[in-house]
């Protein structure tokens, strides 16, 4: 499957949707880090930067962490946290490798426009296959606080051996993205099978719709048992395909911000940038079956239920439950709230205090009391 030149024309309306994702994380992130003055250094990794602009001078992956870099200029100068950002760009089979000349000229040409990124910014250039460049520079990411953003255009890095060795790494936030809609293409090819290997009958029998949901039960399903690794899908739409972001961290506090992001982008199902349950169509009734739930309301159906089970829960139980679904905190805040005014479970004070801040950061663990009628 031959790769697409996708810089060579206007980025499209999915392009700008994952790039508008990492963007989010990576504002997201860098402050995370660079308030905590003990780490010292941060390192991010975009193994596939293009040039830095598409034809209708729309930011790249490049420009943009240098434009997140910048809005906390502030405290990077005031902790004294030295970056270091490593970009990679390389086109196989061409002599004249343009894309990273154009990489390397637009990225100093924005920091000639901030003086002030001398002081604590250096990027490393990479012109090589990044297959390659991902186990050479495995050793730099283990030993830093680490973003890594792998935007390929096809699948080769989800398979197994890449999958391990970032299931091995404790301070690292990745982003990958994959084209999933291609294994019903592509699926029994040697490429494909060897990225990640999916019985032809699965992908026969799938909606399109869910193609990314398969690729990512798949490679979730890979994972070591004790892994703590956490994984959460995004799926993209792009005119006739379906494509997809996988977002992966161990740490709950990423994973609280990487949901917000995507929650944020669709309130209805915070797993895609279309109605990928059609819930819009949930709130007709059905002669036959009554109302359908959405997403949302099928959580809160399936916690209150576990809840009822229970004598007592603590807020951090609820929490990890809610994160481990896909859903935000205040999902289960609502429903908790409602369950109190119900006379259905107890807990002192108006707010539940369900929360990251609360649960990790404070370490204020609250009992909520069942109440059996």
């Given at each position: 499957m031959s790769a697409k030149n996708i810089h060579s024309e206007p980025f499209d309306?999915?392009?700008?949707?994952?790039?508008?994702?990492?963007?989010?994380?990576?504002?997201?992130?860098?402050?995370?880090?660079?308030?905590?003055?003990?780490?010292?250094?941060?390192?991010?990794?975009?193994?596939?930067?293009?040039?830095?602009?598409?034809?209708?001078?729309?930011?790249?992956?490049?420009?943009?962490?240098?434009?997140?870099?910048?809005?906390?200029?502030?405290?990077?100068?005031?902790?004294?946290?030295?970056?270091?950002?490593?970009?990679?760009e390389f086109e196989p089979n061409r002599k004249s490798q343009k894309k990273f000349e154009l990489l390397k000229k637009n990225c100093e040409d924005y920091i000639l426009q901030n003086p002030k990124f001398k002081y604590f910014?250096?990027?490393?250039?990479?012109?090589?296959?990044?297959e390659e460049l991902f186990f050479k520079l495995i050793p730099i990411i283990k030993e830093y606080p680490s973003l890594v953003y792998l935007d390929q255009n096809g699948v080769k890095f989800i398979s197994q051996e890449y999958v391990d060795e970032l299931e091995k790494l404790n301070t690292t936030d990745f982003i990958y993205?994959?084209?999933?809609?291609?294994?019903?293409r592509y699926g029994m090819t040697e490429e494909f099978k060897?990225?990640?290997?999916?019985?032809?009958?699965?992908?026969?029998?799938?909606?399109?719709?869910?193609?990314?949901?398969?690729?990512?039960?798949?490679?979730?399903?890979?994972?070591?048992?004790?892994?703590?690794?956490?994984?959460?899908?995004?799926?993209?739409?792009?005119?006739?395909?379906?494509?997809?972001?996988?977002?992966?961290?161990?740490?709950?506090?990423?994973?609280?911000?990487?949901?917000?992001i995507a929650w944020k982008r669709n309130s209805l199902n915070g797993e895609a940038d279309f109605d990928i349950d059609e819930d819009e169509n949930k709130i007709q009734l059905d002669m036959f079956e009554g109302q359908k739930m959405t997403k949302v309301e099928k959580f809160k159906h399936e916690l209150e239920l576990k809840l009822l089970e229970r004598k007592t829960v603590t807020n951090k139980n609820i929490l990890m439950y809610t994160y481990s679904n896909g859903h935000i905190p205040q999902h289960a805040v609502d429903l908790l709230k409602q369950l109190k005014n119900q006379g259905k479970l107890e807990y002192t004070g108006k707010s539940p205090c369900l929360n990251y801040e609360n649960v990790f950061r404070k370490k204020n663990i609250v009992n909520y009391k069942i109440i059996k009628k």
């Open positions: 309306s999915g392009t700008i949707t994952k790039l508008e994702i990492f963007e989010d994380y990576a504002q997201a992130w860098i402050p995370t880090f660079v308030m905590q003055p003990h780490f010292g250094e941060i390192h991010i990794f975009d193994f596939f930067s293009g040039p830095g602009y598409d034809s209708n001078k729309i930011a790249g992956s490049p420009i943009r962490t240098l434009e997140k870099i910048n809005e906390q200029l502030g405290n990077i100068l005031s902790t004294k946290t030295k970056i270091v950002l490593h970009f990679n910014l250096s990027i490393n250039y990479y012109n090589e296959d990044a993205f994959v084209s999933s809609s291609f294994f019903r060897k990225a990640l290997e999916i019985d032809i009958k699965e992908l026969e029998s799938e909606e399109y719709r869910n193609m990314h949901r398969l690729v990512f039960n798949k490679i979730n399903s890979r994972l070591p048992e004790n892994s703590e690794l956490k994984l959460f899908p995004f799926s993209i739409k792009k005119t006739r395909n379906i494509y997809g972001i996988i977002f992966g961290s161990k740490n709950y506090a990423a994973v609280d911000k990487f949901l917000k």
